[in-house]
């Protein structure tokens, strides 16, 4: 046993291997905690992003649900500028309604000036308004001012209107120089003569 001990086959067998095991137990003990640290790391970097997603209700995530997450934001953002722009358009018409609304009031407001200035004479009318003009034709002029300040504006113009020129005209001038309770009868005389151009259906009274 002893002979086979000395063999230097066996020598160089038994330093080879001693080197071997001497080289694997350093190997070891530099290695370890590398690869400890290591996980460690990867472990943490793991965690991280597994903590930090499951605050945001997650307990996985992956590239999928990011493109999901910003097509999502996308749609949001192009909700919101579409709301916005409807916003804008809904002011813009109640705008036009305004504005619309207000024109509208503006040809009545013109549509009632024209009536106010307007006076007809209907046909059921004509006849007795021909026989008071006659009448008045036969007054003076002092009484037909007497008579005309107790009448409203449109029946004195309709009367007025059914008589000669030559006859209001002294009557208008008569007017003019009467006291009224504010005045003289002159604005009467001008509100008169102003509606008179615009009256409907009258006819002078024919010539004597």
Same mark, same amino acid.
């Given at each position: 046993?002893?002979?086979?001990?000395?063999?230097?086959?066996?020598?160089?067998?038994? &330093?080879?291997?001693?080197?071997?095991?001497?080289?694997?137990?350093?190997?070891?003990? @530099?290695?370890?905690?590398?690869? /400890?640290?290591?996980?460690?790391?990867?472990?943490?970097? #793991?965690?991280?992003?597994?903590? &930090?997603?499951?605050?945001?209700?997650?307990?996985?995530?992956? $590239?999928? $649900?990011?493109?999901?997450? @910003?097509?999502?934001?996308? %749609? !949001?953002?192009?909700?919101?500028?579409?709301?916005?722009?409807? =916003?804008?358009?809904? &002011?813009?018409?109640?705008?036009?309604? *305004?504005?619309?609304?207000?024109?509208?009031?503006?040809?009545?407001?013109?549509?009632?000036?024209?009536?106010? !200035?307007? +006076?007809? $004479?209907? &046909?059921? /009318?004509? *006849?007795?308004?021909?026989?008071?003009?006659?009448?008045? @034709?036969?007054? @003076?002029?002092?009484?037909? +001012?007497?008579? +005309?300040? %107790?009448? =409203?504006?449109?029946?004195?113009?309709? $009367?007025?209107?059914?008589?000669?020129?030559?006859? #209001?005209?002294?009557?208008? %001038? %008569?007017?003019? !120089?009467?006291?009224?309770?504010?005045?003289?009868?002159?604005?009467? +005389?001008?509100?008169?003569? /102003? *509606?008179?151009?615009? #009256? *409907?259906?009258?006819?002078?009274?024919?010539?004597?």
């Amino acid at each position: 046993m002893i002979s086979k001990l000395q063999s230097p086959v066996v020598l160089i067998a038994l &330093a080879i291997f001693s080197s071997l095991a001497v080289g694997t137990m350093a190997f070891w003990r @530099t290695a370890v905690p590398l690869v /400890e640290r290591a996980a460690g790391g990867a472990a943490a970097q #793991v965690k991280a992003p597994s903590a &930090a997603l499951k605050e945001k209700g997650w307990d996985f995530w992956t $590239i999928e $649900i990011e493109n999901l997450s @910003t097509e999502l934001k996308g %749609e !949001r953002d192009r909700l919101r500028q579409q709301h916005d722009a409807l =916003d804008r358009r809904a &002011a813009q018409l109640a705008n036009e309604a *305004k504005e619309l609304a207000k024109v509208r009031t503006e040809i009545e407001q013109v549509r009632t000036g024209i009536s106010d !200035r307007i +006076v007809e $004479i209907s &046909a059921d /009318e004509v *006849k007795n308004l021909r026989a008071l003009a006659q009448a008045y @034709t036969n007054l @003076t002029p002092r009484a037909v +001012v007497a008579v +005309v300040r %107790e009448l =409203d504006d449109n029946t004195a113009i309709k $009367i007025l209107s059914l008589m000669k020129a030559d006859i #209001v005209g002294p009557i208008f %001038e %008569e007017m003019s !120089r009467t006291s009224g309770a504010d005045g003289l009868l002159s604005k009467r +005389v001008a509100v008169l003569s /102003e *509606k008179m151009r615009h #009256v *409907k259906g009258a006819k002078p009274a024919p010539a004597p």
